[in-house]
C-alpha cells in the first residue's frame, strides 16, 4: 500500500520536474513538438491516400523508413556497452552512468517502433500482429520473433530503468537479486533484437546481398560503434549543462571499447567486400550498385564511400590514445562514426539488396518528401521522450530529487 | 464517425459481442477502444476493423462477409457483383508450362490476365510481366528489359520470357508472412487474405520472382471495366495497402476453366493442368520436353515450368 503510495508520488512529481525548466529547455521542447507535428502533417496524407505518397515501389519495397528501423535497432541495443563494463565487471565509473543506456535503448526503440508503424501499408490492421490479440506466424516469420524480441527489450529495460530511479527518489537501495537477473539478462537480449532484425533481412534467398552468412555480425559489430556515439555525446553535454559528474576515466574507457568495434566492423565490411568481388559471380552486382555504381546508376555510390572514408578516419581516431584523449578529435570521431554507420546500416543495406530488383531492373530510390518529413517526425518523438527521462533521471542520479527533499509547495498539492 | 450510417466501432465497446467465444472477446474489447479511434480518421466499420483471418471464419461468418463485400462493391461499381468462395476441387494440384521458343512477347496474357483479374488501371497493376532477352546471354535477368516497346514484336536476336507466380511447392513469401495473411491452398495455389494483410512487404522482399504486387495508392477501376464474377481469395477489387498476386484465375480454374492468360496468348506457349493426373497436357509437357525451373536453386520448387517446345 504504501508503495503504491509511494510510486504515485513519484510518477505526480516526475511530471511536475518535466513541465518546469529553464528557458533553453522549453526552446529544445517547443522545437521538437513542432518537428512532431510536422511529421503528423505528413503522415496524415500518407494515411490517406496510402504509401503512394513514398518513392517506394514494387521493384524497392522497403525504403528510408525500414532502413532507419534497423539503424535504430542497432542504437538500442548499445545499451550494453554501458552495462557490461558496469554490471558484469563491476566497474564503478560507468555502473554510475549505466541507466543512461538504458534510457537510450528506451528511445531508441520507441522510434523503431514507429517507423514499423508507418511503414506498413494496414495502420488499422496492427494488431493483427499483436501476440495473443492477432495471428502471429511464429515460429515461422521472422518479423513476428522481432516483434516479441524489440518489445520484450523494451519492457525489460523500462523496468529496470523505472525501478532504479524509483528506488532512488524514495533513497532506498535497490533490491540486487531483482535487478541483477534482470540487467544479466538485458546482455542476451540486446544481442537477440539485433541477430533477429539481422535474420529478417539474413533468410531471404531472394536477396543475394543479405544472404550472407556474416550479416548478423556486421549488425552487431556496427551498433557497437553508433549507440555508444551518441552516449559519448550525450555524457559530455550532461557534465557540462547539470552538476552530473562523469568522470574522463569512464568516457576514455568506452571510446576504447568502441575502437575495437570499430576496428572489427571495418573488418568486417571489408571480408564481405573481398568475398563478393574476387569471386565475382553474378551475386556482385548488389555490392557493384552500393561501391561503384550499376549499368549508369551511381546514386549510392558517394554515400557508400563516405561511409567507409568516415568509418576509417573514426577508427583511427579512436585507435590513437592521443587523439582518444582529446576532446575535439574525440568528438569529431563521434560524429563521424555515427555518420558512417547511419548509412550503412540505414539506406546503405536496405537499397542494395533490392536492387537490381528480382528480375533485374534498377529502380532509382530516394525517400520522398513525406518520408523525411515522416521521419523526422519519429526522431523528434524519440528524443523527446529521451530529454523527458533525462529531465527526472538527472536530478535523481544527483540525489536531488528524492521524496525527502520533495518542494513543500508539491508536498503540500499531494 | 457517427453521421455515417455504418455501426460505430465505440458502440462496440460497451456493447456486446457477437459471437460467444473468449478468446474473439477479449480481441473485440481489446481493439474497440483503437477501432474507435482509427475509424474516427476512415470509413472503416467495426465489423471489418475486428474481421479475423479468413482461415479463422466459420461459415455463418463468412456467408455474412460476402453478403457485406458484394453489397459493397455492387453500389461502388453500379452492377451485380458477385464473390464466391470456392473450394479447392480434391486431387488437383494445378501447374503451368511456357514455351519460351514460341512466345513472342506480345504481352496479350498481361492485359488479358489485367482485365480478367480486376487489377488496378491507376495506379497500374500487372501480375504478369514480360522481360525481353538477349538470345546471346540466355536467361540472365541482368540482361532483361521489360520495358521493350519496338513497334513490332518479336525482335531479331532476341526472345521473351513471361514471369508471374511460380506458385512455389516451397513459397518463401509464406514463410515470411507474420499475421498469416498469405498461404498455399490444398490445389497448390497460393492466395493472398486482403482483409487480413497488413501491409508489411516482407512476402514481397521474399518472392525470387517479382510476383508480388502492392496496392501503394487506392486502386481504380473504372465500373464498366469490372469483371463481376469474382472470387473472395482470388480477383475481388482490392483495398489500398495490401499485397496482391496471380492466382491461376482460381475464379475460373476451380471451376474446370482455363486461366484468362492461357486462353487469350496467340501463339498456345501456354499449357495448364492438373499435375496429378498422368493423362493432362502439363504432364506430358513436362516428361517429354526440355523443361527448366527459373532459379530452381533456391529450392522454391515452382509449379511453373519453362520449356522447349520446339
Ligand atoms: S504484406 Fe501482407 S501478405 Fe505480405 S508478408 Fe506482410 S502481411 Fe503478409
Known sequence: METIRNFRRFCLDSLRLVVVGTRAYYGWVAFLLALMGLGIVAYL?????????????????????????????????????????????????????????????????????????????????????????????????????DVIALNSYLLLNYVVATYLLYCAYTDRHYVKRFVYPLVFLSIPMAVSIHTVTAYLYNGLGARPYWNSAILAPRFLASAFCSGPAILLILLQILRKTTRLEIKDEAIFKIAELMAYTMGFNLFLTAAEA??????????????????????????????????????????????????????????????????????????GLIIPGLTPDTLGEIYTYRPSLTEVGVASGIFALGFLVFTLMLKVAVPVMLGDFTMAKRPARAAAAA | MSDT???????????????????????????????????????????EFLQRNFRELDKKELAEIIARLEKEYTAKFRKKVTVAATPPMPGVVFGYALDLSRCIGCRRCVYACVKENNQSRDPQ???????????????????????????????????????????????????????????????????????????????????????????????????????????????????????EKCTFCIQRTRKGRYPACVEICPTGSRKFGNLLDPGSEIRYVIENKRVFLFKEELNTQPKFFYFYGV
Not at chain 1, 72 to 100: D, F, T
Request: net charge neutral.
Open chain 1, 45 to 145: 496524407g500518407q494515411f490517406q491516400d496510402g504509401l503512394i505518397h513514398t518513392n517506394m515501389r514494387d521493384q524497392v519495397s522497403w525504403g528510408f523508413y525500414i532502413g532507419n528501423f534497423t539503424f535504430l535497432v542497432g542504437v538500442a541495443a548499445a545499451a550494453i556497452m554501458l552495462i557490461i563494463p558496469a554490471y558484469v565487471y563491476e566497474w564503478k565509473p560507468i555502473k554510475e552512468i549505466a541507466i543512461l543506456g538504458e534510457l537510450l535503448a528506451i528511445s531508441a526503440l520507441v522510434m523503431c517502433l514507429g517507423f514499423v508503424l508507418v511503414d506498413i501499408g494496414r495502420p488499422d490492421r496492427f494488431w493483427h500482429i499483436m501476440p495473443l490479440v492477432g495471428l502471429l506466424n511464429f515460429p515461422s516469420s521472422l518479423l513476428a520473433w
Open chain 1, 274 to 347: 573481398f568475398k563478393e568481388f574476387y569471386t565475382n559471380s553474378d551475386d556482385v552486382v548488389f555490392i557493384r550498385y552500393l561501391y561503384l555504381g550499376l549499368r549508369g546508376h551511381y546514386t549510392l555510390v558517394p554515400f557508400a564511400w563516405a561511409s567507409v572514408l568516415c568509418g576509417l578516419v573514426a577508427f583511427l581516431l579512436f585507435l590513437v590514445p592521443k587523439t582518444r584523449k582529446n576532446w575535439v578529435t574525440l568528438n569529431i570521431g563521434c560524429v563521424l562514426i555515427y555518420a558512417s554507420v547511419y548509412i550503412e546500416k540505414g539506406m
Open chain 2, 5 to 47: 450510417p455504418k455501426t460505430s466501432a465505440s458502440s462496440l465497446a460497451c456493447g456486446e459481442p457477437q459471437s460467444g467465444s473468449r478468446r474473439r472477446f477479449i480481441r473485440a474489447a481489446g481493439c474497440a477502444a483503437v477501432a474507435a479511434a482509427l475509424t474516427g480518421c476512415g470509413n472503416l466499420t467495426t465489423e
Open chain 2, 125 to 243: 497493376i500487372q501480375w504478369i510481366r514480360v522481360l525481353q532477352m538477349d538470345k546471346a546471354e540466355g536467361v540472365n535477368v541482368l540482361h532483361a528489359d521489360p520495358y521493350y516497346d519496338p513497334p513490332l514484336v518479336p525482335q531479331e536476336g532476341h526472345f521473351y520470357m513471361p514471369v508471374q507466380c511460380h506458385q512455389c511447392k516451397n513459397p518463401p513469401c509464406v514463410k515470411v508472412c507474420p499475421v498469416k495473411a498469405t498461404w498455399q491452398e490444398p490445389d497448390g495455389i497460393t492466395v493472398v487474405d486482403y482483409n487480413w494483410c497488413i501491409g508489411c512487404r516482407y512476402c514481397m522482399a521474399a518472392c525470387p520472382y517479382g510476383a508480388r504486387r502492392f496496392n501503394w495508392g487506392e486502386p481504380h477501376l473504372p465500373p464498366e471495366e469490372i469483371n463481376p464474377v469474382t472470387e473472395y481469395l482470388g480477383n475481388r477489387p482490392r483495398p489500398k495497402g495490401v499485397v
